[in-house]
């Protein structure tokens, strides 16, 4: 009975019972067929797929930059210390990604340049500078934008740090040798299932993946009514299927490490989603019912 009614309440809850179903049972198949399923598409010569190794990260970053941006004008924090703290936590993340965003450039370019230097330092406080401008910008010019996404906002800094830190420690934990390094006969070989600890390699899973999943939120921001919302929503999820399929066809990962990427992101999404937009904003399917019947 409990079920029924978690069931029928709301497409939330119908997607948080059908997206673990769905993650248990790929993770039961490619626990089997992982490996074959890399030696299939890996393609290392793929145009497309070293495109997505240095640039794939690149939109998610500057995902999760846009939504600090538009949390910052409405933080809803009371006690003054903690908000001038959660301030500077802000600019040192957005700061970070900027870096990582343009590190990354660089390694495509080839560009030997050291972040620790005193360049590198000098990259730094100009990326502060950036930040600091663009969180006034937002607080000045787009307050009316950000005061109206701040839920959007918060559910997409929360799903950043939360789905970011759990993946990074599962890296951690995980060791798992990725597939364009894997020995000839494959022997190094292990299931997603098998964790390694520390050992250098960090296949398991994948962080292309979360930057590409993390932008599901996206449409948020759109009005419900039009197809800007829905469009969004679509694109967001090919564009993560588009970024998953390619970091196994490069090598880089199994199909395993982007489908743990997936399920951690898409599921956290949905609980925070339920948390700070469903039960507000959007109407139950018991509760449409009765609103049909009133009408009638």
Do not use: C
């Not at 932008?215 to 999820?237: C, E, M, N, V």
């Amino acid at each position: 009975m409990q079920f029924n009614k978690f069931w029928k309440r709301s497409i939330v809850n119908k997607l948080l019972v059908i997206l673990p179903f769905i993650w248990i049972l790929l993770a039961i198949v490619f626990a089997f067929y992982d490996l074959e399923i890399s030696k299939f598409l890996f393609n290392s010569e793929s145009s497309v797929g070293k495109l997505v190794e240095f640039f794939g990260e690149i939109p998610g970053i500057f995902f999760a930059i846009f939504a600090l941006f538009v949390l910052n004008t409405n933080a809803k924090i009371k006690n003054k210390n903690y908000r001038k703290l959660f301030f500077l936590f802000q600019i040192l993340l957005s700061s970070f990604l900027f870096i990582y965003s343009l590190n990354l450039i660089f390694d495509y370019f080839n560009i030997n340049f050291s972040f620790l230097s005193l360049e590198g330092i000098s990259v730094f406080l100009i990326f502060t500078l950036i930040s600091l401008g663009g969180f006034y910008l937002f607080k000045i010019k787009f307050s009316k934008f950000s005061k109206k996404n701040y839920l959007f906002a918060k559910l997409s800094v929360i799903l950043f740090i939360l789905s970011g830190f759990i993946i990074q420690v599962l890296k951690f934990l995980g060791g798992r040798i990725r597939f364009a390094d894997l020995a000839i006969d494959f022997s190094d070989f292990t299931p997603w299932f098998v964790f390694n600890g520390f050992t250098g390699s960090s296949s398991f899973p994948s962080g292309h993946a979360f930057f590409a999943w993390i932008l599901i939120p996206l449409f948020l921001i759109f009005p419900k009514k039009g197809y800007l919302r829905i469009a969004t929503l679509i694109l967001s999820f090919l564009f993560g299927i588009f970024i998953s399929t390619f970091r196994v066809v490069s090598g880089a990962h199994f199909a395993s490490d982007v489908l743990f990427s997936g399920g951690i992101t898409l599921t956290l999404f949905l609980i925070l989603y339920k948390t700070n937009f469903s039960n507000k904003y959007n109407l139950s399917t018991a509760n449409k019912k009765i609103v049909k019947k009133r009408k009638q």
